[in-house]
């Protein structure tokens, strides 16, 4: 079995402060990807980024950026500069190719405050 | 590419009746997920069609089901609605090679209510 939380449930801040959503996984696999999505208050889910366990690169774009560690089993998103737009429900996902089927953390509900 | 589309965007129905959901994925992905979301229990798998056969399911009651088309199109057909069924149905399809680690891209959902 494969387990993400996201111990975060909502998240208010003043826009331009900087924010952390933080996830951790559980897996016994050895491969297995992660992800973010963004889901602002149109339903959609947005993909934001995919990383694989071998790849524990921190990703870095725009004012996005992702510190992955095997070593806590986490992988947080950071949002440097909050804007408004940032606004929604962020989630944090994993699949492993064992366990072939994507498991989504509950989400973590961002506010940023103009 | 156009991304994925899923009709109708907003659907009620009362208790009884059965409802049917249709999914296009994005152009060339072959992989289709369907994803059950209220807020009491989040997101939930509820199946995976690939090449118009199911590859996955997730624990849901046999009142719903789903089927994938030769051009890819899915539907999803929930029957005998029960008030618990309100939801998001969301429907995400994987790249081209439908490798079950590829990227999700997800549609804009369809909301369901039960009355």
């Known amino acids: 079995a494969q387990k993400v939380t996201q111990a975060q449930t909502e998240i208010s801040v003043v826009e331009k402060e900087d924010v952390t959503l933080d996830c951790v996984y559980e897996?016994?696999?050895?491969?297995?990807?992660l992800f973010w999505y963004k889901q602002p208050p149109s339903g959609e889910l947005v993909f934001l980024i995919r990383?694989?366990?071998?790849?524990?690169q921190n990703e870095i774009s725009g004012r996005y950026s992702w510190n992955f560690q095997k070593s806590t089993s986490s992988f947080n998103f950071t949002i440097t500069a909050s804007q408004v737009v940032d606004s929604a429900v962020y989630f944090c996902?994993?699949?492993?190719?064992?366990?072939?089927?994507?498991?989504f953390g509950t989400g973590t509900k961002l506010q940023v405050i103009p | 590419k156009a991304g994925v589309t899923q009709t109708p965007r907003y659907l009620i129905k009362t208790r009884g009746q059965q409802v049917t959901l249709s999914c296009s994925p994005i152009s060339g992905h072959r992989s289709v997920s369907w994803y059950q979301q209220t807020p009491g229990q989040g997101l939930q798998f509820l199946f995976e069609?690939?090449?118009?056969?199911?590859?996955n399911k997730g624990n849901f009651p046999g009142r719903f089901s789903g089927r994938q088309f030769s051009n890819s199109r899915s539907e999803m057909n929930v029957s005998t609605l029960e008030l618990g069924d309100s939801a998001l149905y969301l429907c995400?399809?994987?790249?081209?090679?439908?490798?079950?680690?590829?990227?999700?891209?997800f549609g804009p959902g369809t909301r369901l209510t039960v009355l």
């Open positions: 897996t016994r696999d050895t491969t297995y990807y």
């Open positions: 995400a399809s994987r790249g081209e090679r439908g490798a079950i680690t590829d990227t999700q891209y």
């Open positions: 069609y690939f090449s118009e056969t199911q590859r």
């Open positions: 996902a994993l699949i492993s190719g064992g366990y072939q089927k994507v498991t």
């Open positions: 990383r694989n366990s071998f790849d524990e």
